[in-house]
């Protein structure tokens, strides 16, 4: 379909203000071109467009970045008690000197800029084309427009068992920054790897992460976008599991005025597993989608898709989940859950949970519930001397541990749980 | 059903029972025979002079005329939705008759007795008695008049079971029923292009109100061509002595049916409307648009059963009907309620979304479906609920059963706006695939926006109300036969309602148990 003159000017004007990264005949240029030419093709998003029903694009496809106070954090950072391999971003660029030496036995770690001119890379079979796989059958534009200008991001490449997690941070240091990352993560037969992910990055933060993982490999992912309130966020991830293989990943959103995070997931080889659970607390302006679609393409995969928000004073949480399983995909165990507390009347919670089957012998369900802290339990713990306002915070974590739990490390699941618990401790004051 | 006889394999736990009822409700075609009488066909296509020629045949007044008019200058504006999950050749709108008439119904019969026999012998061959002798006589305990199966079916019913029939054969309204008796009670119970007529002032009150001119493509081109439908007025405190129903024959080759119905029922006041229809067996498809308006003031009930029956398309997925259709329901009123129920069983393509807007307070919506696909149907189907006004409740159960190469799609919306304090709403939705050729989806859209508003959306199996579940599991039966027990139990209930010509077809659905289903 012909693109509306409105989003072709909202493309062009967006791409206009972009300078555009260092062109060469290597394959980083061709699949840069690729993207830009894929992103002309389907236009940037707008307010009309279905994808988009529930979150409005504006912000994230403005040709400046909107403003973003650099926030003044008060607390111990995150991640920091793991032993990791430190990778610091500050509003979007590579800073050596604050992160460690990127050598890791059993990985090769690159930075994108540093191969952008070999004519060969094994980066090259995935840069942008996990991304272009993705793009079928629901248009995902501000991921082509990342793939066609990211001048920054890591090639990780696992051939064994990492022994230390790789942990990407991400400082936001100007209040006009506007950064654009994309990683690529490889796992060969058998790896494993642990990324870490957290920061506010920028005012306005583009982030791709393209992951493949062959069979029988393992990746886990916990992120945690943190307290910067007035950041924005688009983050793709693009996961393609081979068989036997593993994939997780929990996201913690705590504020953030605006935050899209997309993570989409293919199921390639036979008895894969995906997993993928958020527990997002939002508070005033604050606008947070999920939204996630999981392909099943081969036999007896399972996949999981839990997320938790607990919104108030007129904050706005956003679940699109589908489950698509194509002919063949014969015993999918598929499962979709969202749900959200609404503490008080302004708050929304807006959902599509979606399922698309073309396979008979499956068992995909899907649930959502909506609705206030439920009043007998808060009534029971009050009765036995729990002011309200902490025995409201109990539910909530509660609320949200189902969510948390998908985390299968303990100390990382209880690192996100005290995080979780001491922002309503301080918003308790 | 031409996949599962040719020994397709059937999925492991799926009775035999659901696939039988499944291959005998998909398969042969009862209804697919027509009727040979000469017919009045307006000119091939659609113009403003169309339009006013239907206009004219009925015999409508100037505004009724304008009304079409501007109806018709919207509909050239908009664009045919594409967002459904249904896929078929673009209709060439210009390819066929908007209006089609039996030659004998050009002077309009004034009762039953001068209707042409061709057409009463075409609603007893579908078994729509349109003579009140023999219905009466059925309720009054001579129960050999009545038809073997229909007894069977209908059993103990007999003495509540009296329906009052509007019959449409393609564009016009043949008879309606009953209506002398209906109107000693105050109901008014005719057809639609009678309504216009006879009472303008309730037609231009609430036509159109529930369902605006341009609300969507196919709603704005019935607004322009409608034909005929039927029109119910229930007045304040009147419960509706008898159900009532329209039956939708289709009959001419390349005509499109286009029916307007409107039901209001006053302050207080109650109907049971029920809607059937069938159309004979053709390699050509045809369209369907029809929009149902419903308004329920304070107190108010209304309960709308439908059977879709329309021909399917053969098992190559030839012919059919497009089935594009505006079902809207307005609880105006404190306390009113609307319930839908309907079982899809017909329809090449099926758009469909029977819908409830809750504006007044303590209104409530219902929807129940069962959706059958086989062979090549496609159907779109679900429901909006739209909880507006305090303490407003609704509650979605669609089952959707998928088989051969068909597509089933539950598309629904739940939204509670901010004032809707205190609204609940609970939505189950079930597919079940038979054979791995066939497709089923769900597209649930949930919007709340207060946080006193209770939204469930279910499609696991294992929330059925759990103290049945509790009830079943203690005697012994394990979770899947509890699960299949529970809902039978409900469809049962749904089925019973529905009118006793559809009894045996219902009989059949009832087996159709939900083992092995998906959300």
Same mark, same amino acid.
């Given at each position: 379909?012909?693109?509306?003159?409105?989003?072709?000017?909202?493309?062009?004007?967006?791409?206009?203000?972009?300078?555009?990264?260092?062109?060469?005949?290597?394959?980083?240029?061709?699949?840069?071109?690729?993207?830009?030419?894929?992103?002309?093709?389907?236009?940037?998003?707008?307010?009309?467009?279905?994808?988009?029903?529930?979150?409005?694009?504006?912000?994230?496809?403005?040709?400046?970045?909107?403003?973003?106070?650099?926030?003044?954090?008060?607390?111990?950072?995150?991640?920091?008690?793991?032993?990791?391999?430190?990778?610091?971003?500050?509003?979007?660029?590579?800073?050596?000197?604050?992160?460690?030496?990127?050598?890791?036995?059993?990985?090769?770690?690159?930075?994108?800029?540093?191969?952008?001119?070999?004519?060969?890379?094994?980066?090259?079979?995935?840069?942008?084309?996990?991304?272009?796989?993705?793009?079928?059958?629901?248009?995902?534009?501000? #991921? +082509?427009?990342?793939? /066609?200008?990211?001048?920054?991001?890591?090639?990780?490449? %696992? *051939?064994?068992? =990492? &022994? @230390?997690?790789?942990?990407?941070?991400?400082?936001?240091?100007?209040?006009?920054?506007?950064?654009?990352?994309?990683?690529?993560?490889?796992?060969?037969?058998?790896?494993?790897?642990?990324?870490?992910?957290?920061?506010?990055?920028?005012?306005?933060?583009?982030?791709?992460?393209?992951?493949?993982?062959?069979?029988?490999?393992?990746?886990?992912?916990?992120?945690?976008?943190?307290?910067?309130?007035?950041?924005?966020?688009?983050?793709?991830?693009?996961?393609?599991?081979?068989?036997?293989?593993?994939?997780?990943?929990?996201?913690?959103?705590?504020?953030?005025?605006?935050?899209?995070?997309?993570?989409?997931?293919?199921?390639?080889?036979?008895?894969?597993?995906?997993?993928?659970?958020? #527990? +997002?607390?939002?508070? /005033?302006?604050?606008?947070?989608?999920?939204?996630?679609? %999981? *392909?099943?393409? =081969? &036999? @007896?995969?399972?996949?999981?898709?839990?997320?938790?928000?607990?919104?108030?004073?007129?904050?706005?949480?956003?679940?699109?989940?589908?489950?698509?399983?194509?002919?063949?995909?014969?015993?999918?165990?598929?499962?979709?859950?969202?749900?959200?507390?609404?503490?008080?009347?302004?708050?929304?919670?807006?959902?599509?949970?979606?399922?698309?089957?073309?396979?008979?012998?499956?068992?995909?369900?899907?649930?959502?519930?909506?609705?206030?802290?439920?009043?007998?339990?808060?009534?029971?713990?009050?009765?036995?001397?729990?002011?309200?306002?902490?025995?409201?915070?109990?539910?909530?974590?509660?609320?949200?541990?189902?969510?948390?739990?998908?985390?299968?490390?303990?100390?990382?699941?209880? #690192?996100?749980?005290?995080?979780?618990?001491?922002?309503?401790?301080?918003?308790?004051? | 059903?031409?996949?599962?006889?040719?020994?397709?394999?059937?999925?492991?736990?799926?009775?035999?029972?659901?696939?039988?009822?499944?291959?005998?409700?998909?398969?042969?075609?009862?209804?697919?025979?027509?009727?040979?009488?000469?017919?009045?066909?307006?000119?091939?296509?659609?113009?403003?002079?169309?339009?006013?020629?239907?206009?004219?045949?009925?015999?409508?007044?100037?505004?009724?005329?304008?009304?079409?008019?501007?109806?018709?200058?919207?509909?050239?504006?908009?664009?045919?939705?594409?967002?459904?999950?249904?896929?078929?050749?673009?209709?060439?709108?210009?390819?066929?008759?908007?209006?089609?008439?039996?030659?004998?119904?050009?002077?309009?019969?004034?009762?039953?007795?001068?209707?042409?026999?061709?057409?009463?012998?075409?609603?007893?061959?579908?078994?729509?008695?349109?003579?009140?002798?023999?219905?009466?006589?059925?309720?009054?305990?001579?129960?050999?008049?009545?038809?073997?199966?229909?007894?069977?079916?209908?059993?103990?019913?007999?003495?509540?079971?009296?329906?009052?029939?509007?019959?449409?054969?393609?564009?016009?309204?043949?008879?309606?029923?009953?209506?002398?008796?209906?109107?000693?009670?105050?109901?008014?119970?005719?057809?639609?292009?009678?309504?216009?007529?006879?009472?303008?002032?309730?037609?231009?009150?609430?036509?159109?109100?529930?369902?605006?001119?341009?609300?969507?493509?196919?709603?704005?081109?019935?607004?322009?061509?409608?034909?005929?439908?039927?029109?119910?007025?229930?007045?304040?405190?009147?419960?509706?002595?008898?159900?009532?129903?329209?039956?939708?024959?289709?009959?001419?080759?390349?005509?499109?049916?286009?029916?307007?119905?409107?039901?209001?029922?006053?302050?207080?006041?109650?109907?049971?409307?029920?809607?059937?229809?069938?159309?004979?067996?053709?390699?050509?498809?045809?369209?369907?648009?029809?929009?149902?308006?419903?308004?329920?003031?304070?107190?108010?009930?209304?309960?709308?059963?439908?059977?879709?029956?329309?021909?399917?398309?053969?098992?190559?997925?030839?012919?059919?009907?497009?089935?594009?259709?505006?079902?809207?329901?307005?609880?105006?009123?404190?306390?009113?309620?609307?319930?839908?129920?309907?079982?899809?069983?017909?329809?090449?393509?099926?758009?469909?979304?029977?819908?409830?807007?809750?504006?007044?307070?303590?209104?409530?919506?219902?929807?129940?479906?069962?959706?059958?696909?086989?062979?090549?149907?496609?159907?779109?189907?679900?429901?909006?609920?739209?909880?507006?006004?305090?303490?407003?409740?609704?509650?979605?159960?669609?089952?959707?059963?998928?088989?051969?190469?068909?597509?089933?799609?539950?598309?629904?919306?739940?939204?509670?706006?901010?004032?809707?304090?205190?609204?609940?709403?609970?939505?189950?939705?079930?597919?079940?695939?038979?054979?791995?050729?066939?497709?089923?989806?769900?597209?649930?859209?949930?919007?709340?926006?207060?946080?006193?508003?209770?939204?469930?959306?279910?499609?696991?199996?294992?929330?059925?109300?759990?103290?049945?579940?509790?009830?079943?599991?203690?005697?012994?039966?394990?979770?899947?036969?509890?699960?299949?027990?529970?809902?039978?139990?409900?469809?049962?209930?749904?089925?019973?309602?529905?009118?006793?010509?559809?009894?045996?077809?219902?009989?059949?659905?009832?087996?159709?148990?939900?083992?092995?289903?998906?959300?």
């Amino acid at each position: 379909m012909a693109l509306t003159q409105a989003k072709l000017d909202a493309t062009e004007a967006r791409l206009a203000a972009m300078d555009a990264p260092a062109q060469g005949a290597g394959w980083l240029a061709q699949a840069r071109g690729g993207a830009v030419a894929r992103l002309r093709e389907m236009g940037l998003p707008g307010r009309r467009d279905e994808y988009w029903k529930f979150t409005r694009p504006d912000s994230l496809i403005a040709p400046e970045a909107p403003r973003a106070a650099v926030f003044e954090i008060d607390e111990a950072p995150m991640f920091d008690e793991f032993d990791r391999l430190k990778l610091v971003f500050v509003d979007g660029v590579f800073d050596p000197d604050s992160s460690d030496d990127p050598s890791l036995a059993g990985v090769e770690i690159e930075r994108l800029s540093d191969v952008a001119d070999t004519d060969i890379h094994w980066a090259r079979d995935l840069y942008g084309v996990l991304e272009a796989r993705g793009q079928s059958p629901v248009a995902r534009p501000l #991921a +082509a427009l990342n793939t /066609g200008y990211a001048k920054d991001g890591f090639l990780i490449r %696992v *051939t064994g068992r =990492a &022994e @230390r997690p790789i942990s990407l941070i991400y400082r936001h240091e100007t209040d006009s920054s506007d950064a654009i990352l994309h990683h690529v993560v490889r796992l060969e037969e058998g790896a494993e790897l642990t990324l870490l992910e957290n920061g506010p990055a920028a005012a306005r933060f583009n982030k791709v992460l393209e992951v493949d993982i062959a069979d029988g490999a393992r990746f886990n992912h916990i992120r945690a976008q943190g307290r910067d309130h007035e950041r924005r966020a688009a983050t793709h991830i693009f996961a393609r599991l081979g068989a036997e293989s593993v994939f997780k990943s929990f996201t913690m959103s705590v504020n953030g005025v605006m935050t899209r995070n997309e993570c989409v997931i293919e199921l390639t080889g036979d008895d894969a597993v995906a997993h993928v659970a958020g #527990a +997002a607390m939002g508070d /005033g302006d604050f606008h947070h989608d999920d939204t996630v679609f %999981v *392909t099943h393409d =081969a &036999e @007896r995969c399972e996949s999981r898709q839990v997320f938790k928000k607990v919104l108030r004073n007129g904050a706005v949480g956003v679940f699109q989940g589908k489950i698509l399983v194509k002919d063949g995909a014969q015993k999918t165990d598929g499962y979709q859950i969202s749900q959200s507390l609404l503490l008080d009347d302004d708050s929304q919670f807006l959902a599509k949970p979606e399922l698309e089957i073309y396979a008979d012998d499956v068992a995909c369900s899907h649930g959502s519930t909506t609705g206030a802290i439920d009043a007998d339990t808060l009534y029971y713990l009050r009765s036995r001397g729990v002011p309200e306002a902490e025995a409201t915070d109990l539910l909530v974590l509660s609320f949200l541990a189902q969510a948390v739990e998908e985390i299968e490390d303990e100390a990382l699941r209880e #690192a996100i749980t005290a995080r979780l618990d001491a922002w309503l401790a301080r918003r308790r004051g | 059903m031409a996949a599962l006889d040719k020994g397709e394999d059937v999925k492991e736990g799926v009775d035999q029972e659901t696939v039988d009822a499944v291959r005998e409700v998909g398969g042969a075609y009862k209804y697919g025979w027509e009727t040979d009488i000469e017919m009045d066909y307006a000119p091939l296509g659609l113009n403003p002079d169309i339009v006013r020629l239907i206009s004219e045949k009925n015999e409508e007044p100037e505004w009724m005329t304008e009304w079409r008019l501007s109806a018709y200058e919207r509909w050239l504006q908009k664009e045919e939705p594409t967002w459904a999950m249904v896929d078929y050749p673009k209709i060439d709108f210009q390819n066929q008759y908007y209006y089609a008439r039996p030659k004998s119904m050009e002077v309009k019969p004034k009762s039953l007795d001068e209707v042409d026999p061709k057409l009463l012998e075409t609603y007893e061959k579908l078994g729509i008695p349109l003579k009140e002798q023999m219905i009466l006589a059925g309720v009054e305990g001579a129960e050999d008049t009545a038809p073997a199966e229909a007894r069977g079916a209908g059993e103990g019913r007999q003495g509540e079971r009296r329906v009052a029939v509007d019959a449409v054969f393609d564009s016009v309204s043949v008879g309606t029923t009953f209506q002398a008796e209906l109107k000693k009670a105050g109901v008014i119970f005719c057809s639609i292009s009678e309504a216009i007529r006879e009472h303008p002032e309730l037609v231009k009150k609430y036509l159109g109100s529930v369902v605006p001119v341009s609300d969507n493509f196919y709603a704005t081109l019935n607004s322009a061509v409608f034909s005929d439908g039927s029109f119910v007025y229930v007045p304040p405190g009147v419960r509706c002595p008898m159900e009532l129903s329209t039956y939708f024959r289709i009959n001419a080759e390349n005509t499109g049916q286009f029916e307007r119905t409107l039901i209001i029922a006053d302050k207080g006041a109650y109907v049971s409307y029920l809607e059937g229809c069938t159309a004979p067996k053709r390699d050509e498809t045809q369209l369907h648009a029809a929009v149902v308006e419903i308004i329920a003031e304070e107190d108010a009930e209304v309960k709308y059963s439908t059977v879709q029956n329309w021909f399917p398309g053969d098992e190559e997925g030839k012919g059919g009907i497009y089935n594009f259709v505006t079902k809207r329901a307005d609880c105006r009123g404190d306390r009113s309620k609307v319930m839908w129920t309907q079982v899809e069983t017909g329809s090449a393509v099926t758009w469909k979304y029977p819908s409830c807007i809750l504006r007044g307070d303590d209104s409530q919506g219902e929807f129940y479906s069962i959706a059958i696909t086989n062979n090549w149907q496609q159907a779109d189907t679900g429901t909006k609920m739209v909880h507006l006004g305090k303490n407003t409740k609704s509650r979605i159960v669609s089952k959707g059963i998928s088989a051969g190469q068909a597509q089933n799609t539950y598309r629904g919306l739940v939204s509670m706006h901010p004032k809707a304090k205190n609204g609940r709403n609970y939505t189950q939705c079930d597919s079940l695939l038979i054979g791995d050729k066939c497709g089923a989806h769900t597209v649930p859209y949930i919007e709340v926006k207060n946080n006193s508003a209770r939204v469930e959306h279910e499609a696991t199996t294992s929330k059925v109300d759990d103290d049945q579940m509790f009830y079943c599991r203690q005697r012994g039966m394990d979770e899947e036969e509890a699960v299949a027990l529970v809902v039978n139990g409900f469809c049962r209930e749904v089925l019973q309602a529905l009118p006793m010509e559809f009894a045996m077809e219902a009989q059949q659905l009832v087996a159709i148990s939900l083992e092995g289903s998906v959300g």
